[in-house]
């Protein structure tokens, strides 16, 4: 039975969010590693300025210690192909290799890939931005295709105004709910992770003694008294 007008609304709401939240994630990633870096410069500056015998173990540059948990949301760098066909000729690429797929993903995939492959972008009226965006679609779209992941792949198709009408609407928006909660779900890990309380608790001297005392353990760093380490806190925000 085809969606209502009603029932794509609902899943470009839902879209929607998941798109504003994918950026807001992303952002917060940024800005812990941030964070996280600051910790290590400052833990290697102790470390330094601490030699033998107070330095118990050789530091690690491992960052996990402070972000708790590794982003899995990195992209590996991908070649497009170089052959241009005219807007009236494209072809869609290949169904991408890998498990079976549904019929709905494998048509799902074609529309994508209408809309979004380098070679057909030449020939739609859009800015640099929707450009650079359908870009990086086509190419998500291909990996999410090959890794079963028909939630991701959903939200792009919405995106893109490509709904399915032989999937049930509650069906659809389920995925697409799941996909949220994902992503607000890695924004409470960052929220709470030891990284983003450092950095956001920039006025909390006693908070973050306790933070740069955990990770110079953590480091194999025999720490400061506090007074060295309220010091060097407090000089870091002079910088």
Known sequence: MPLTKRQKRRLLEVSKMIESSNAVRDDMEEIQLEYANEINDVVEKIRQG???PKQIGQASTDLSVYNDSPSSDSQ??????????SGANFEPPEI??????PE??????????????PDRLSFQELTAIQIARRQAWFLEARDL???QQWNK???IGVQLGEYIEDLPAATQLDMLNREYSGITSKIESIQSSMAWTW????????????ILTACLSAKGVKSPSRIELIKTIVNLETE
């Open 50 to 52: 601490d030699i033998e």
């Open 145 to 147: 295709f090959q890794q």
């Open 199 to 210: 950095g956001t608790n920039w006025d909390n001297l006693e908070l973050r003694v306790k």
């Open 104 to 117: 709905w993903a494998k048509r799902l995939w074609k529309q994508i890939a209408k809309q979004c492959h």
């Open 153 to 155: 792949l959903l939200h």
């Open 76 to 85: 590996e760098n991908k070649k497009s192909t170089n052959e241009h066909q």
């Open 96 to 101: 991408p290799n890998g498990p079976d797929a």
